[in-house]
């Protein structure tokens, strides 16, 4: 279909029903591999204070989905080419500030332009590679890292040993320059994700270095985030050895793994490929 058609008198936006929701998660399975994030999000998403909107068509198949989770938006928008209907962003605002939008590049465009219409500008935009890996990790050019390397999974008595690196992380690949970094608000992450049991740390000499983690799950596959080496520690393959054993543990799951990488980070893109992972589309967050 085309996006004009999309706009046309048979569909409409409406607020997600406990009725559309076989319809919507139907849909979401079927293009998963592109929408980890907003899978994930959707899947996850509090039921009273995460609204999601979907076009529905008179047959009642659903086209597309905008899905507000935690102030960002994440648009699920299967080929439609402009939002004129406003009102659903409105909806958005007036519950919560959003504070970005995420997703595949184009689409994150498309709802950049409509949010405009309500007075709402971008402050910093982040490009990504999104890759996927659906199969054991590759071993070719195998990196054991640095003697006496030990992965392991933290516990929350290593909190304190783990959530230095976590700032770090915080600070290096998510805060926007405008933003305010919350040392609270990034314990209480790590904290949820240790608890989770979902991450890997790389220690060295009895000293964490190094995390990785899971960061939502969809329907068929884990998204991973949070990859961060202190910096005193890089260079030395551990990123390498702790991205490809994360990345091992997780397929032999039954899933795949999807992750998105800053286009100008080459020393992570080399990582990823260099273990399996496939560039599969274009990713962006903008932050408002």
Same mark, same amino acid.
């Given at each position: 279909?085309?996006?004009?058609?999309? /706009? $046309? #008198?048979?569909?409409?936006?409406?607020?997600?029903k406990n009725k559309?929701?076989?319809?919507?998660?139907? &849909?979401?399975?079927?293009? #998963?591999?592109d929408?980890?994030?907003?899978?994930?999000?959707?899947?996850?998403r509090?039921l009273?204070? $995460?609204?999601?909107?979907v076009?529905?068509?008179?047959?009642?198949?659903?086209?597309? +989905?905008?899905?507000?989770?935690?102030s960002? %938006?994440?648009?699920?928008?299967?080929?439609?080419?402009?939002?004129? $209907?406003?009102?659903?962003?409105?909806?958005?605002?007036?519950? &919560?500030?959003?504070?970005?939008?995420?997703? %595949?590049t184009e689409?994150?465009?498309?709802?950049e332009?409509?949010?405009?219409?309500?007075?709402m500008i971008?402050? #910093?935009?982040f490009d990504?590679?999104?890759?996927n890996?659906?199969?054991? *990790?590759?071993?070719?050019?195998?990196s054991?890292? *640095?003697?006496? +390397?030990? %992965?392991?999974?933290?516990? /929350?008595? $290593? %909190?304190?040993?783990?959530?230095?690196?976590?700032?770090g992380?915080?600070?290096?690949e998510? +805060?926007p320059?405008?933003?305010?970094f919350? *040392?609270?608000a990034?314990?209480?992450?790590?904290t949820?994700?240790?608890?989770?049991g979902?991450? +890997?740390?790389?220690?060295l000499?009895?000293?964490?270095?190094?995390?990785?983690?899971v960061?939502?799950?969809?329907?068929?596959?884990?998204l991973?985030?949070?990859?961060?080496?202190?910096?005193?520690?890089?260079?030395?393959?551990?990123? &390498?050895?702790?991205?490809?054993?994360?990345?091992?543990s997780?397929?032999?799951?039954?899933?795949?793994?999807?992750?998105?990488v800053?286009?100008?980070n080459?020393?992570?893109?080399k990582i990823?490929?260099?273990?399996?992972?496939?560039?599969?589309?274009?990713?962006?967050?903008?932050?408002?």
């Amino acid at each position: 279909m085309t996006g004009k058609k999309y /706009l $046309d #008198e048979n569909f409409r936006w409406q607020k997600l029903k406990n009725k559309h929701i076989p319809c919507a998660e139907s &849909k979401l399975r079927e293009i #998963e591999n592109d929408y980890v994030s907003a899978c994930g999000r959707f899947l996850s998403r509090n039921l009273i204070n $995460d609204p999601v909107w979907v076009l529905q068509n008179k047959s009642k198949d659903i086209s597309a +989905l905008i899905v507000n989770s935690k102030s960002t %938006l994440l648009p699920v928008l299967c080929g439609i080419k402009e939002i004129n $209907d406003t009102k659903i962003l409105k909806s958005f605002i007036k519950k &919560k500030k959003i504070h970005s939008v995420q997703g %595949l590049t184009e689409e994150v465009k498309i709802l950049e332009k409509a949010m405009e219409k309500t007075g709402m500008i971008t402050d #910093e935009i982040f490009d990504y590679h999104l890759m996927n890996l659906d199969a054991a *990790p590759s071993a070719k050019n195998n990196s054991s890292g *640095p003697k006496g +390397l030990v %992965l392991r999974t933290p516990q /929350l008595t $290593d %909190l304190d040993a783990v959530a230095p690196l976590q700032e770090g992380y915080e600070k290096e690949e998510v +805060l926007p320059r405008s933003g305010t970094f919350s *040392p609270a608000a990034s314990r209480f992450n790590i904290t949820n994700i240790i608890a989770n049991g979902q991450i +890997l740390a790389a220690e060295l000499n009895g000293k964490l270095v190094g995390k990785i983690n899971v960061s939502a799950v969809s329907f068929t596959r884990f998204l991973v985030g949070g990859v961060y080496v202190h910096p005193d520690f890089r260079g030395l393959g551990i990123a &390498k050895r702790m991205t490809r054993e994360f990345a091992a543990s997780l397929v032999s799951q039954g899933r795949g793994v999807t992750l998105f990488v800053k286009k100008n980070n080459i020393p992570a893109q080399k990582i990823y490929t260099g273990i399996g992972f496939k560039i599969t589309g274009d990713y962006r967050i903008s932050y408002y």
